[in-house]
């Protein structure tokens, strides 16, 4: 059981730093990006994120199968999210604390053809490849794109770069 739940968990956060992603680089979000983010999602979006968010409240207080059944009813919903960034945030969490993995790859696809170079979107991909038992060529295959993406993003940064050894280490990390 905790296993499981540190899997779900470990998914979740995956999940939201993918939908949140913005770039390769890590970035930093003013305020006024911040706002107009926000004004971009209308009352009816909130509405549904609100209630998204009241249903997610009560994993922590009842049962986790009862949330979960309740988070596959407001899949239908959820779709219905005119943003297109809260919509595939929505969308991955609840997938991935449902444990609709098939699902989570589809849209992590979907994702991915916006923006092949999102690495979090793309180590996501080989989680979810692992999670779903592929062949391992499938994963070996995700794992080399996943280096290739590293080692393009290493290449752009210079060595003093606060985030080239972690980049670096990701890089060797994908490879093995």
Same mark, same amino acid.
């Given at each position: 059981m905790?296993?499981?739940?540190?899997?779900?968990?470990?998914?979740?956060?995956s999940s939201?730093?993918?939908?949140?992603?913005?770039?390769?680089?890590?970035?930093?979000?003013?305020?006024?990006?911040?706002?107009?983010?926000q004004?971009?999602i209308n009352?009816?979006?909130?509405?549904?994120?609100?209630?998204?968010n009241?249903?997610?409240? $009560?994993?922590?207080?009842?049962?986790?199968?009862?949330v979960?059944?309740?988070?596959?009813?407001f899949?239908?919903?959820?779709?219905?999210?005119?943003n297109?960034?809260e919509?595939?945030?929505?969308?991955?969490?609840?997938?991935?604390q449902?444990?609709?993995?098939?699902?989570a790859?589809?849209l992590? $696809?979907?994702?991915l053809?916006?923006?092949?170079?999102?690495?979090?979107?793309?180590?996501?991909q080989?989680?979810?490849?692992?999670?779903?038992?592929?062949?391992?060529s499938?994963?070996k295959?995700?794992?080399?794109?996943?280096?290739?993406?590293?080692?393009?993003?290493?290449?752009?940064?210079?060595?003093?770069?606060?985030?080239?050894?972690?980049?670096?280490?990701?890089?060797?990390?994908a490879?093995?």
């Amino acid at each position: 059981m905790i296993k499981q739940l540190s899997f779900a968990i470990t998914i979740f956060f995956s999940s939201i730093s993918i939908a949140c992603s913005n770039g390769n680089h890590t970035t930093d979000i003013s305020s006024k990006n911040s706002a107009t983010q926000q004004e971009k999602i209308n009352v009816k979006d909130l509405e549904l994120i609100k209630k998204y968010n009241e249903i997610l409240k $009560k994993i922590s207080t009842d049962d986790f199968n009862t949330v979960q059944n309740e988070l596959r009813d407001f899949i239908p919903e959820a779709l219905t999210i005119s943003n297109k960034k809260e919509r595939n945030l929505v969308l991955m969490n609840i997938y991935t604390q449902t444990k609709m993995y098939p699902e989570a790859l589809s849209l992590n $696809k979907f994702l991915l053809k916006d923006n092949p170079n999102n690495v979090n979107a793309q180590k996501f991909q080989c989680l979810l490849l692992k999670t779903l038992n592929e062949p391992d060529s499938n994963i070996k295959r995700c794992y080399m794109t996943l280096s290739t993406i590293l080692k393009d993003n290493l290449d752009t940064l210079k060595s003093t770069d606060p985030i080239y050894k972690y980049q670096e280490w990701s890089y060797y990390a994908a490879m093995l």
